[in-house]
């Protein structure tokens, strides 16, 4: 079955960087559009970032552009959200989505906080 394993969540400083993995197995991940989502209580989750299978290409939710980087490994079944100058808005937990299967990971928390 498919499963889908966030990581690298964590209590940062505003203007820090993190870098959230996404471990993916149970389908063939280099054939499939990957995302990465977020939500913060009390509200639905929102796309944070998108990637393709074939070209790579990427897309971004305006709040975010020019400061987080969505990439994949397809040798190791992997998406990563590189998030760079932080801002407190930014705290949520963050999810890990495949849209073919609509399948979630479990979540990561990102808390950015002086």
């Known amino acids: 079955q498919v499963q889908l394993v966030e990581s690298g969540g964590g209590l940062v400083q505003p203007g820090k960087s993190l870098r959230l993995s996404c471990s993916a197995s149970g389908f063939t991940f280099s054939s499939y559009y990957m995302s990465w989502y977020r939500q913060t209580p009390g509200k639905g989750r929102d796309m944070v970032a998108g990637i393709g299978n074939g070209d790579g290409s990427t897309s971004y939710a305006d709040s975010v552009k020019g400061r987080f980087t969505i990439s994949r490994d397809n040798g190791k079944n992997t998406v990563y959200l590189q998030m760079n100058s932080l801002k407190p808005e930014d705290t949520a937990v963050y999810f890990c989505?495949?849209?073919?299967?609509?399948?979630w990971g479990q979540g990561t928390q990102v808390t950015v906080s002086s």
């Open positions: 989505y495949v849209p073919r299967f609509r399948s």
